[in-house]
């Protein structure tokens, strides 16, 4: 009895482990096939690797061709409206000859200099923006969407090109970039300066970049010809920014040697030399629209400057460190500033007074950005964050965090409003929206 049911638990256990072997076999070979398949795949895929990398490499290729020959197409209008100026200002010359009999040679020699160097912009001019409102920009909903890692330093400065979607940046690493946005696909690379590159602007129709530079000087590129065009060596001490007049004719820079400088885009000279402040200038920048020149300085004070007569039409006190940045919005009613105890002050230029203080902690406010409604400040901090205020509520929206070093520009794209870009000393810039 005990026997027979022994026997029968023997067959059990051995029509189970017959049952389960069989399976692991099934198991095996399916596992093989898999095995093979997966080679087979791979080595298929390896044949087709060259071509898309091909591909890739054409594709990038096609993309910077396309936004060089909008550069070109840029330079070529750019051409075309200096020719028809050069014409309208020849017809002007000869209407003057007929009328004048001119036969001293000093006077022919000071007419043809008057020629060759740009006139002042007008004084009469009104900014279009004045009465116009934006949508505010919705800063509570931003966050960091792309991070661009393309320089060996900290990122300094960071400009958007006027007509395309394009990003320029400044970099401690002698060099400046321009990329597409918001792909982050490298279109031109300048080197050049022997120092660290600290601010960069470009020219209103996009054909010229400056830059100014550790290395005492400013200069100026031809963005289609990938080239230097031209290097203002007149500071005397390192540059640290540089800006376009609206009109294309001028460039300001100011230096660590306490001056502030217009070059005359057509002569390439200095036309005038503002002197007052007492410490770096640290900063400069134009009133929108106006002959007005805006300077932010290590003594404290931020300044506003005639460009034709090279007097301070006004000086704005109230900081208590170093001024690190001054900014119009585009009205040009409102200027925004900066300084080394993370203070940021708000001005009524109108009125010349102080209307709003903004405490963003103890770490230095590098710069200040308004939107194009002129209601939402972003502020880049040394804390490694960007913060952004709404100047009308007053309160604080949003805290941008992300980059691991600090802060040192910000700003929004200024045709839709709809992100902004930050550089920092991490050696990455990024885009939020």
């Not at 410490?279 to 005639?306: C, E, M, Y």
Request: charged letters at 25%.
């Amino acid at each position: 009895m005990v026997a027979a049911k022994a026997k029968e638990s023997w067959d059990k256990f051995r029509k189970e482990r017959d049952y389960h072997r069989m399976h692991h076999r099934r198991v095996v070979q399916e596992k093989n096939k898999l095995i093979v398949d997966l080679k087979r795949l791979k080595k298929h895929y390896e044949q087709y690797e060259p071509t898309l990398t091909e591909l890739r490499h054409k594709y990038e290729v096609a993309m910077k061709e396309k936004m060089l020959m909008r550069l070109e197409r840029d330079r070529y209008a750019a051409k075309a409206e200096s020719l028809q100026k050069q014409l309208s200002q020849a017809e002007a010359k000869d209407e003057t000859a007929n009328s004048k009999d001119l036969t001293e040679g000093d006077d022919a020699q000071n007419r043809k200099k008057t020629l060759r160097e740009a006139p002042w912009p007008s004084e009469d001019r009104t900014n279009p923006y004045t009465n116009s409102n934006f949508e505010v920009v919705r800063v509570a909903e931003f966050a960091r969407t792309q991070v661009f890692k393309g320089h060996l330093g900290a990122v300094s400065h960071v400009a958007f090109h006027p007509k395309i979607p394009v990003v320029a940046t400044a970099c401690d690493d002698h060099t400046w970039k321009m990329w597409s946005v918001p792909e982050g696909q490298l279109v031109l690379s300048g080197e050049g300066h022997r120092d660290w590159v600290s601010g960069i602007s470009f020219h209103p129709r996009g054909s010229l970049v400056a830059t100014s530079s550790g290395d005492s000087t400013i200069k100026i590129w031809d963005v289609a010809k990938e080239k230097c065009k031209h290097t203002l060596t007149d500071h005397t001490q390192p540059v640290w920014a540089c800006s376009f007049h609206d009109m294309g004719d001028f460039v300001v820079s100011c230096s660590m040697d306490q001056t502030v400088k217009a070059f005359d885009m057509m002569s390439m000279r200095c036309r005038q030399t503002f002197r007052g402040h007492v410490d770096s200038v640290n900063f400069v920048t134009f009133q929108p629209f106006s002959n007005n020149v805006l300077t932010a300085a290590g003594d404290k004070t931020i300044s506003l400057w005639d460009l034709r007569s090279g007097l301070c039409v006004q000086t704005f006190y109230g900081h208590a460190n170093a001024c690190n940045h001054a900014m119009f919005n585009l009205k040009g009613d409102t200027v925004a500033s900066c300084d080394a105890d993370g203070i940021v002050k708000m001005w009524d230029v109108r009125v010349v007074s102080e209307f709003l203080q903004i405490d963003t902690g103890r770490h230095p406010a590098n710069a200040a950005n308004f939107d194009r409604s002129g209601k939402v400040l972003a502020i880049a901090s040394g804390d490694a964050s960007i913060k952004t205020f709404n100047i009308e509520d007053k309160v604080f929206v949003a805290n941008l965090e992300g980059h691991e070093d600090s802060v040192q520009d910000v700003v929004f794209e200024p045709q839709a409003n709809k992100f902004l870009i930050s550089a920092s000393s991490d050696a990455t810039f990024s885009l939020w929206q």
